[in-house]
């Protein structure tokens, strides 16, 4: 299935005047994902993404995106990596860090969809940035 999402990533793309964006870039090896929300009501209507990164992080993404579709802001504000652990499988030793870029999309992108709500949006559409080292804990800034 992992490998599936990997070769045929779903959700690709991104959402024409989203309710949120987020974007992490990791400067060291120089991923970058984009992630847009569309939100009705407080559900996740859905999710897409754009990465330019490994394998690992694009199936990861394409998990997520399948994942949160349906889930209220608030249930998706609580995933973690062990909800996709059955899903993802063990991965090898050096690509374990690899959904971390995912994560911090989601994170990034629903941050992003609270701001709003909030209404503390950036006016410019600069929204959600954070960086993703290798090393850090998903979402975690350095
Ligand atoms: S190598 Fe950087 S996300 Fe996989």
Redesign the pocket.
Known sequence: MFNDHMAHPRHFGSIPDPDARGRVF?P??G?NLEMTLRVQDGVIVELKFQTY?????VATCSLLAEKVAGLRVEEAERLGHGDLVAEMGALPA??V?????AFSGLKAVLRDFREREAGKADPHGVLAYEI?P?TASPGERP
Do not use: E, I, Q, Y
């Open positions: 990791n060291l090896c991923d990164s490994c394998g690992v992080a050096d690509k860090h690899c959904p971390n870029l993703h290798h």
